[in-house]
């Protein structure tokens, strides 16, 4: 819908997301990767089209959802409510993951460094809280995020470094 101001000449372009055809393409792709859960990735607001209009439309079907921003993930808990499960897409700054972890939003963190696991730990431990994470591994060689695998004794010394850092739990591993 485009709507003109001939006033000021301005043009606004209004779209709108078409809740029922959401739902069922959601459900469309769920049946076609049964028994395999989806995701609904959420960054940047549902990329632009509204976290409430998106969670509010699928979460009777959701339960995996992935934002970017603690404000996403606030919106993706009171909606979907407690069931659903959190996954954040990003490395995280700490201000953000405190915030996260304060107000009990339960979002897997991503870790995808030793120093990003070992500050998820040092406030999970200020908070005495357990926090989950998804360890994210550079299987490509990348740089990016993600532990670099150069060798075997290198990622079994990183694991066990992970694994006796205080109050995080892996949740799901990804490369």
């Known amino acids: 819908l485009l709507r003109t101001d001939?006033?000021?000449m301005t043009a606004v372009l209004l779209v709108g997301i078409d809740q029922s055809a959401l739902v069922h393409n959601f459900k469309a792709v769920q049946q076609r990767v049964a028994p395999r859960q989806v995701c609904a990735v959420l960054k940047?607001?549902?990329y632009?089209?509204?976290i409430d209009n998106v969670?509010?439309?699928i979460a009777p079907a959701c339960a995996l959802y992935s934002v970017t921003e603690t404000w996403e993930a606030r919106r993706v808990r009171a909606l979907a409510g407690d069931h659903a499960r959190i996954f954040r897409m990003k490395i995280a700054t700490s201000s953000?993951?405190?915030d996260a972890i304060q107000h009990r939003l339960g979002v897997v963190e991503m870790a995808?460094?030793?120093g990003k696991a070992r500050e998820l730990s040092e406030v999970s431990r200020s908070l005495g809280v357990d926090t989950a994470v998804q360890l994210i591994l550079d299987v490509a060689g990348l740089g990016r995020n993600g532990l670099p695998i150069s060798s075997d004794a290198n990622i079994a010394k990183d694991l066990d470094y992970l694994l006796g850092l205080p109050n995080l739990?892996?949740?799901s591993i990804g490369a």
Do not use: F, T
Request: glycine share 14%.
């Open 112 to 114: 995808g460094s030793l």
């Open 48 to 50: 632009g089209h509204g």
């Open 55 to 57: 969670v509010s439309a």
């Open 169 to 171: 739990k892996i949740a």
């Open 6 to 8: 001939c006033s000021n």
């Open 44 to 46: 940047s607001d549902a």
């Open 96 to 98: 953000e993951l405190r």
